[in-house]
C-alpha cells in the first residue's frame, strides 16, 4: 500500500513518513501544494495524507482539483488545532476524514488503516479471502489459523492482493503499489516474492492469470 504524505513541517512530516513506514506502507512526501497537486494527481496512491496548510497552493485548493480532476483516492486531511471551520470544508471538498493537529501518531495510522480498508470495501479489520486471513492492526497473516511469518516485501504483495480480492491485478499496478520511486522494480523479483508466498501459504493461495497478472485464490 502506497500513501502520499503532504505536510510542510518537517518535523511532523518525518514522524508520519517515520511511522507509516513501520506499518508496512510505502511512503511518498510533498511538502508545497504545487507538488502535492502533481504527485496526487499522477501517482497511483492507496491513500493521500493532506495537511491543509501549506506553501504555494493551499491544501483546500489542491484538494479540490483533485476531485475535480476525478482523483478518488482516500484523502486524510490534517487541520491547524481550533480551526473546525477548515474541517467542515476540507470534507465537503472531498476529504474522507480528519485529524486535528497535534495528534497522536497511533490514531492517525488507525484512521489510515481504516480509510484504506474501507476504499476497499471492508467493514472489519480482519480480512479474510479463502483459507488466509490478514488482521491489518497487527500486520499478521495467517492460514487456516496457523500464523505465518512474512517479510516487509511479502506482506505488501499479501496485502495488497487481499484487498483487491475480486480482481486480477497486473504486475506492474504491484509493482507500483510495493515500492517508492527510488526503490528498484523488477517483474522478475515479483515472480520471485510470489514464489516464496505460494510456499509459504500453499500452492494455489495466489493465481497466476497467464498475460493479465495476480489473483487471490477465493478457495482454499
Ligand atoms: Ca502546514
New binding site residues.
Given amino acids: 500500500m502506497k500513501i502520499l504524505v503532504v ?3 518537517e518535523g511532523i512530516a518525518a514522524d508520519v513518513a517515520a511511522a507509516l513506514r513501520a506499518a508496512n506502507f510505502v511512503v511518498e512526501q510533498a511538502a508545497d501544494g504545487e507538488t502535492a497537486w502533481f504527485e496526487g494527481e499522477t501517482g497511483d496512491y492507496d491513500l493521500i495524507v493532506l ?4 506553501p504555494g497552493l493551499d ?1 483546500l485548493t489542491v484538494l479540490k482539483r483533485w476531485r475535480a480532476a476525478g482523483v478518488s483516492t482516500p484523502i486524510l486531511v ?1 487541520t ?1 488545532r481550533g480551526r473546525w471551520n477548515e474541517r467542515v470544508e476540507g470534507i465537503d471538498a472531498g476529504a474522507d476524514d480528519y485529524l486535528p493537529k497535534p495528534f497522536r501518531i497511533e490514531e492517525l495510522l488507525a484512521r489510515v488503516r481504516a480509510l484504506i480498508r474501507r476504499s476497499a470495501g471492508l467493514p472489519s479489520p480482519m480480512v479474510e479471502v479463502g483459507a488466509l486471513a490478514l488482521d491489518t492492526r497487527t500486520m499478521r497473516l495467517s492460514v487456516g489459523g496457523l500464523p505465518r511469518q512474512l517479510s516487509p516485501l511479502e506482506y505488501r504483495v499479501i496485502e495488497y492482493l487481499m484487498m483487491h480480492r475480486n480482481r486480477v491485478v497486473p504486475p506492474g499496478e504491484l509493482l507500483e503499489h510495493l515500492h517508492g520511486t527510488d526503490d528498484a522494480r523488477e517483474a522478475n523479483a515479483l515472480e520471485a516474492i510470489v514464489a516464496r508466498l505460494r510456499k509459504k501459504l500453499g500452492p494455489g493461495t495466489i493465481l497466476t492469470r497467464r498475460g493479465f497478472g495476480y489473483q487471490i485464490a477465493a478457495t482454499p
Avoid: H, K, M
Avoid at 495537511?51 to 501549506?54: I, S, V
Fill in positions: 505536510e510542510d513541517e495537511d491543509l496548510g501549506l491544501g490534517l491547524a
